[in-house]
């Protein structure tokens, strides 16, 4: 990978382990930026931060990414992303993409980092990003179908915030998409995490050494009755004319897809209001784990995988249980010691200081 003039990153290119690739440094240094670089590049979106003016280093016009990729159907692409105040560019073979979907195909990534740990108790808005991220990685034609819906939802709440008589039809027509693409929102998190959840409580039994399980529920106001696959459309056809009158008062959407939630539970209890410190995190450490195993069996790929300063949050076990999810796919570690880093062959470690990278022997 090529990075030029990534945030504190000046100029710099690197060589990876196929395997194990270990980021060193204190915070602050650049070690975050690194993976984050991997992240956007091959699945067109940052984990945390998206804004262009900071992905730009201070005094660059523009900033790229060239990561040069071997894959297993021996096409070996070269992934290019360059960002400028005037937008972003991304590139496959020095061929645009103009969709996030194409990278999908291509490519899965996992990232982990300390925020993931607070994913039972944090945001309803955490928990759909969280599930919204893992379907698009799985079914990359989901991405296609969010950014419909968000479009739709932001062009409906201008509409209601201007609101006249005279807007009414094209309400009708923005409630027919919200319709179609948020009941089709629904049927792909009902699936995936059904998927996920089931994964999910066997790796969390095997943390917990068997004596809790634990369960997910998705939770949404379209769904307040039992529905099979092809009644959703109408439920939220029904959902948005019954709250029409109060969206307009409100001046926004107040049902739908993107107010939905995920709820866990440890034993039955819910684990929002129960769960220790240390339950959460393994729960969150299972779903986590639950994604990589379901890219490995729908997507028949093995993700690349991208672990930001959690290692250190976690105790010996549940780093154990992480270990699990590093065989056979490459791995990037960031934190501020090697005291708890996994041993193995053809690991690779990089010292991070002031945006300056340098491989050393270990």
Not at 284 to 300: C, F, G, P, Q, Y
Request: with cysteine.
């Amino acid at each position: 990978m090529s990075l030029d003039g990534f945030r504190n990153i000046s100029r710099t290119r690197l060589e990876f382990s196929p395997h194990l690739n270990i980021l060193l440094g204190d915070n602050g240094q650049g070690k975050t930026n690194t993976i984050e670089a991997v992240c956007l590049a091959l699945s067109g979106k940052s984990p945390r931060d998206s804004s262009i003016e900071n992905f730009i280093m201070q005094g660059r016009e523009r900033c790229s990414i060239v990561c040069d990729v071997k894959s297993d159907d021996l096409t070996d692409p070269t992934v290019g992303v360059t960002i400028s105040r005037e937008g972003r560019k991304h590139t496959i073979n020095d061929s645009r993409i103009r969709s996030r979907q194409n990278l999908l195909d291509m490519f899965s990534v996992v990232f982990f980092g300390p925020d993931d740990l607070r994913l039972v108790k944090d945001s309803p808005q955490v928990r759909r990003d969280f599930l919204n991220e893992s379907i698009s990685c799985l079914y990359p034609a989901y991405s296609g179908v969010l950014s419909e819906y968000a479009r739709t939802l932001r062009q409906r709440g201008v509409l209601l915030r201007d609101w006249s008589p005279s807007s009414e039809p094209l309400l009708e027509v923005y409630d027919d998409t919200l319709a179609k693409t948020g009941s089709t929102i629904i049927k792909y998190r009902i699936k995936t995490l059904r998927q996920l959840g089931s994964m999910a409580a066997g790796r969390y039994e095997a943390i917990s050494g068997g004596s809790e399980r634990i369960s997910v529920s998705y939770i949404s106001d379209i769904l307040k009755s039992a529905a099979g696959a092809d009644e959703i459309e109408d439920l939220y056809r029904n959902a948005l004319a019954g709250a029409r009158r109060s969206d307009i008062c409100a001046k926004t959407t107040t049902v739908g897809a993107h107010r939905d939630d995920i709820s866990f539970f440890i034993d039955a209890a819910p684990a929002r209001k129960f769960a220790s410190q240390g339950q959460q995190r393994s729960i969150a450490l299972s779903m986590k784990t639950a994604l990589t195993d379901l890219i490995r069996e729908v997507k028949h790929q093995e993700p690349v995988i991208l672990l930001d300063d959690v290692m250190s949050e976690l105790d010996r076990g549940r780093r154990d249980s992480i270990a699990s999810m590093l065989s056979g796919g490459q791995v990037f570690i960031t934190g501020t010691g090697l005291d708890f880093v996994p041993s193995g062959t053809d690991t690779r470690t990089f010292r991070v200081r002031s945006g300056n990278i340098t491989e050393e022997t270990v």
